[in-house]
């Protein structure tokens, strides 16, 4: 990996990290890394950092650094980790750049795990053009003249000399020459990697906003699953309060049968008065079993449910038909509603034709939805169809419906909202607000 960047920008922070955070893994300590992350075993960890200058031993910038690298080159392999320092600095540029690559293309070849700080725009490209190597760059804030401390993988690094030397004092007439006495190639290229660098900030702005707005996105789907579950609670208390209020009714009724009974019993009537008490006795009766279908259905035996049986709902305590079985639950239908219930908490009923029962004549509710969509119909058809909606409506005991007219020329809207104001079935009516379809849409509360 060759990290390049300006001074003072965290290349030698950078390789420092790589080096302590191998070793502090091999010792067994904990690390502070993201989770997943994975890190080699290392035999060797060789280092060429810092300026080891010496008058004593006559040593140069070159010199301490090759005398270090010669030190253990020949030793580095596969299992070794390079983390070289300014590497090819302190001699001619020139030479000191064919060195570094020189360098660099022996720990290659012997597979060593090797990071490299470097100026050289020379190494850029070799890491460009070369497998097995790649730039990075360190961030740094030009303004305050920090170091950001991330790492890019992929970019090479700007020096941003020009950019730094103006911050510290350096005048403009002086910078600017200094920025025309560089070649054509190497500005464009500067400029070049200045916009990569923009465009790469962009995309991470972006990128956290979209992150953001997926949390929040989640969130709200948590809130909304939360707020149905509370829904679901609340309308299960409702039904088990009215199946109470049912219970209560049915008890009255009771009541009233065995006083009826005791008059029987007690009073010496004559044969008028008893017929006229049978007569209520029998009434009260059917009334009394006709409410008691919700208090306990009998069973039918059979083995599991399978879809098309009609079942009792226990915690419902209401009637459904089975839809589906998977495993140790069904999926019912229970009115408009489909429910997923353990088999544990489902009774079989008969079947309509297993039914010993006389014929009754029976009455269906019309089953009716809280919107209604005219549009595209003469206000003839519309006002038709409206009038039917709304008596099959105020049969399920719908509160309010939903009538879907849309703007157009107005004159179906004001059709609607005339028939609606004198309609008996309808309380009161309203346009829909900003957000449920405005003037294209009429809200209907039912009497």
Same mark, same amino acid.
């Given at each position: ?9 965290? &290349? ?17 300590? #904990? ?39 010669? !030190? ?19 001699? =001619? ?29 020379? @190494? ?11 730039? /990075? ?25 020009? /950019?730094?030397?103006?911050?510290? +004092? ?8 200094? &920025?025309?006495?560089? !070649?054509?190639?190497? %500005?464009?290229?500067? *400029? ?15 990128? $956290? ?25 609340? %309308? ?10 049912? *219970?209560?009714?049915?008890?009255? @009724? ?39 279908? +919700? ?13 098309? =049986? ?13 839809? !589906?079985?998977? +495993? ?22 008969? #079947?309509?034709?297993? &039914? ?32 039917? #909606?709304? $008596? ?15 703007? +157009? ?19 009161? #009516? ?18």
């Amino acid at each position: 990996l060759v990290i390049t960047g300006p001074n003072t920008g965290g &290349k030698t922070v950078t390789l420092k990290t790589v080096g302590l955070l191998a070793l502090m893994v091999q010792a067994g300590l #904990h690390i502070p890394v993201a989770t997943g992350s994975a890190l080699p075993v290392f035999e060797a960890v060789y280092a060429d950092i810092g300026d080891e200058q010496s008058i004593e031993q006559s040593l140069s910038t070159f010199s301490s650094h090759m005398t270090n690298i010669l !030190s253990f080159i020949d030793r580095a392999d596969e299992r070794s980790l390079v983390l070289l320092d300014e590497l090819g600095a302190g001699t =001619d540029p020139a030479e000191g750049s064919a060195l570094a690559r020189a360098l660099l293309e022996t720990f290659r070849q012997r597979g060593a795990t090797t990071f490299v700080a470097t100026h050289y725009p020379e @190494l850029k490209a070799y890491a460009q053009l070369t497998p097995g190597v790649k730039n /990075a760059s360190v961030e740094f804030d030009p303004e305050t003249l920090r170091p950001t401390y991330h790492l890019t993988i992929g970019l090479p690094g700007r020096s941003n000399a020009f /950019a730094i030397a103006r911050r510290l +004092g350096l005048e403009e007439e002086i910078a600017r020459r200094a &920025k025309s006495l560089v !070649s054509r190639e190497d %500005r464009r290229t500067e *400029d070049l990697l200045a916009d990569i660098h923009r465009l790469r900030l962009r995309v991470v702005r972006e990128r $956290d906003a979209a992150h953001a707005a997926r949390l929040e996105a989640e969130r709200l789907a948590e809130d909304l699953q939360e707020r149905l579950s509370r829904i679901e609670e609340e %309308r299960t208390a409702i039904l088990e309060e009215a199946r109470q209020q049912a *219970d209560d009714e049915l008890e009255r @009724l009771r009541e009233e049968i065995r006083a009826l009974r005791r008059r029987l019993q007690a009073a010496g009537a004559s044969l008028e008065a008893v017929a006229a008490v049978e007569t209520d006795l029998e009434g009260l009766e059917e009334t009394v079993e006709a409410g008691a279908v +919700g208090a306990g259905p009998r069973a039918r035996p059979s083995a599991r449910p399978r879809p098309g =049986d009609p079942v009792w709902v226990k915690p419902l305590r209401t009637q459904g038909e089975v839809l !589906s079985v998977e +495993g140790e639950k069904a999926e019912v239908q229970v009115g408009p509603a489909r429910v997923r219930v353990e088999l544990a908490q489902l009774v079989l009923q008969p #079947h309509l034709e297993e &039914k010993a029962e006389p014929s009754r004549l029976t009455y269906e509710v019309p089953r009716a939805e809280t919107r209604l969509d005219l549009r595209g119909r003469t206000v003839e058809e519309a006002l038709e169809r409206l009038d039917r #909606h709304l $008596d099959a409506a105020s049969l399920a005991g719908l509160p309010w419906i939903q009538i879907v007219h849309g703007k +157009g020329t107005g004159a179906l809207r004001r059709a609607v909202r005339d028939f609606l104001r004198t309609h008996p079935l309808v309380a009161s #009516h309203r346009p829909g607000e900003e957000g449920e379809g405005g003037e294209g849409v009429t809200f209907a509360t039912l009497a």
